[in-house]
Nanobody, 119 residues
Framework: QVQLVESGGGLVQAGGSLRISCAAS????????LGWFRQAPGKEREFVTA????????RYPDSVKGRFTVSRDAAKNTVYLQMNSLKPEDTGVYYC????????????WGQGTQVTVSS
């Protein structure tokens, strides 16, 4: 129902920063949660962060806490992921996803954007 398009991925050196974006369309996001996931080669998809659109409340796992920040721009229906102090283990394809606040399953996914962190 919600269409998602990621952008902003690229190659950065360890310790650097990168901001990736996810533009949403098709639905009003007031009742949605927007999440970021990543997947490295040979590894399972990993939760990165999520933000509740209506409140702006976000959560992070320990792996990215203190380094990554998720935010939203309601006027643009866009969610951003600011990544600082990047590490090689942050390398992977980053996907944004959307789910309704009342459900636990993400129903919409973007195509992904590649983030590569070199040593």
């Amino acid at each position: 129902q919600v269409q998602l398009v990621e952008s902003g991925g690229g190659l950065v050196q360890a310790g650097g920063s990168l901001r990736i974006s996810c533009a949403a369309s098709g639905r009003t996001l007031s009742s949605y949660v927007l999440g970021w996931f990543r997947q490295a080669p040979g590894k399972e998809r990993e939760f990165v962060t999520a933000i509740t659109w209506s409140t702006g409340t976000a959560r992070y796992p320990d792996s990215v806490k203190g380094r990554f920040t998720v935010s939203r721009d309601a006027a643009k229906n866009t969610v951003y992921l600011q990544m600082n102090s990047l590490k090689p283990e942050d390398t992977g394809v980053y996907y944004c996803a959307a789910r309704r606040s009342s459900y636990s399953q993400y129903e919409s996914w973007g195509q992904g954007t590649q983030v590569t962190v070199s040593s």
